[in-house]
């Protein structure tokens, strides 16, 4: 296992340089000036001198490939550099909203799995039975419904029409501190709007798998010995189904960042995937390397903790790929 995960973090480093170059490949690329975003409506009226001075300042007349090797440089580091739309070092700035993030996406991730896996075991248990149909056809509605809509509906069921929990923000308004309750009621609406919109995946990867299991001889045997419904769908059935839905832990990864960036901001939710698009929208590309290597390296753990769980899970499977 250890073995794996260090040729995984090798072969990371390539992707890491690659996907950071890019950044910068696309900013030198892009019709937007991030002086004239950085002296914002001062921008508007200074004169071709103060502009070349701000942009030599900033090193933004250097070479493509001059920007990326210093940054690079000064990255590993540490040094992330200063974000021109917040005013404040990189670091800081992902220190402050990373917290925020990661609370909304584990939450909103145990919600998918949990309810997801209960729904597919559930439904896998009578096939084409009534239960079955509500739930597939409910997941396939979800599956194709943008994360964005859902937040937007939930908003004016739960605050605007029943006024039952909060539209957004991380506290009520007005408030001095930070409360536990407060935020407890703050992420209800978008950790089940996130969680809800991964959910279809898991709920249909292990109704699928749950329902192949079923119909195995070894889980016909069992039933045939007559042990407990209970035992056998979570005890034999669930064990063997849940493997092929541990792969997707990886790959719903992505899913789970992209929708995330649109819930926080739906709900105003003070996380990193807000911030991403201040520095997009602000063409702040310090921040926005920042955060893109940030979603990198979550998407390459993503895909190592799920090989590494399908490989505990099942014996057969070795840790030598």
């Avoid at 739309?85 to 402050?96: L, S």
């Avoid at 009534?130 to 599956?143: K, N, P």
């Avoid at 979550?298 to 099942?314: H, K, M």
Wanted: charged fraction near 15%; charge should be neutral.
């Amino acid at each position: 296992m250890a073995r794996m995960a260090a040729r995984r973090a090798l072969s990371a480093v390539p992707v890491l340089l690659a996907v950071t170059f890019g950044v910068f490949a696309v900013a030198a690329l892009s019709p937007f000036d991030p002086v004239k975003a950085y002296a914002g409506q001062a921008g508007l009226t200074a004169s071709q001198a103060h502009l070349d001075e701000l942009r030599a300042n900033l090193g933004a007349d250097r070479p493509l490939v001059g920007r990326w090797w210093d940054w690079l440089t000064s990255a590993l580091t540490g040094d992330l550099g200063t974000s021109t739309v917040m005013r404040q070092p990189v670091a800081d700035v992902i220190a402050e909203r990373v917290g925020w993030s990661v609370l909304l996406a584990a939450t909103a991730f145990t919600l998918a799995v949990t309810a997801g896996t209960l729904l597919g075991v559930l439904a896998a248990r009578r096939p084409g039975g009534l239960m079955d149909r509500l739930t597939a056809a409910a997941a396939y509605v979800l599956e194709a419904a943008p994360p964005f809509w859902l937040g937007l509906l939930a908003v004016w069921v739960c605050s605007v029409s029943l006024g039952v929990l909060p539209s957004g923000g991380l506290t009520d308004a007005g408030a001095d501190t930070v409360t536990a309750g407060q935020v407890a009621r703050h992420l209800v609406l978008p950790a089940l709007v996130l969680g809800v919109s991964q959910l279809p995946w898991f709920f249909l990867y292990v109704r699928q798998g749950v329902a192949d299991a079923l119909a195995e001889d070894p889980v016909r045997g069992a039933r045939a010995r007559g042990i407990a419904e209970r035992t056998v769908l979570f005890g034999h059935a669930l064990r063997a189904g849940m493997l092929p839905t541990l792969t997707l832990i990886g790959s719903r990864v992505p899913e789970l960042i992209t929708g995330a960036l649109l819930v926080e901001t739906v709900f105003s939710w003070p996380g990193v995937a807000a911030a991403t698009v201040q520095a997009a929208t602000s063409v702040d590309f310090p921040l926005l390397a920042a955060l893109t290597v940030l979603a990198t390296v979550a998407v390459l753990v993503g895909n190592l903790l799920s090989d590494l769980l399908y490989g505990l899970a099942d014996p057969r499977v070795g840790f030598d790929g």
